[in-house]
């Protein structure tokens, strides 16, 4: 039994090693690339919403995010100091030091950097499909939330203003109209 239990543990060990949080990484960085330029350059096409309609791209980058995380958790000083993570949220201190220095741990860069790019895919998701659903052109705020983020969904506002479509309604309101 205990030659089990070290077998397992060295499995799980063999698998969570610092090369494979390299590796996920760049998986994490190029393998939502290809989905992007779909939502970018084939917005209404048929394969497009075959494969963004539903969850399961943003659910693969959900993944390979869970796995830098234990991966990370899983070795020794493989993240940053709860201490150190706790002053990011001390207003009385300096949280932006404290997250510039959270920087130097590699593990840390990996899950933040997956953790920003699996929301990022699934706010510019949100915007296609928005666009889709009520006639609005998205190329352009979809690209600019692949570039950086939050601004791309201000854009997407701006153009249903300037388009006359109105900004998205409340959904939880219409969840409520349904009942």
Not at 40 to 51: A, D, E, R, S
Request: glycine content about 8%; proline content about 6%.
């Amino acid at each position: 039994v205990n030659s089990a239990t070290s077998s397992s543990s060295l499995d799980v060990a063999s698998i969570f090693t610092t090369d494979n949080i390299k590796t996920a990484f760049s998986v994490a960085t190029f393998f939502p690339q290809l989905p992007w330029l779909f939502l970018i350059l084939l917005p209404n096409t048929g394969v497009t919403k075959k494969l963004l309609g539903g969850y399961e791209i943003v659910t693969l980058c959900c993944l390979v995010h869970f796995f830098i995380v234990s991966a990370s958790i899983a070795q020794p000083d493989g993240t940053a100091p709860m201490v150190e993570f706790a002053d990011v949220f001390d207003p009385a201190g300096d949280p932006q030091k404290a997250m510039v220095g959270m920087m130097q741990y590699p593990n840390f860069v990996s899950e933040e950097w997956s953790h920003v790019l699996t929301w990022d895919l699934f706010v510019g998701r949100w915007i296609w499909l928005d666009g889709l659903k009520r006639g609005i052109f998205t190329s352009h705020s979809v690209l600019l939330c692949n570039l950086i983020g939050p601004p791309g969904l201000l854009l997407h506002w701006a153009t249903c203003l300037v388009t006359g479509k109105g900004l998205p309604g409340n959904e939880a309101d219409d969840l409520m109209e349904e009942e």
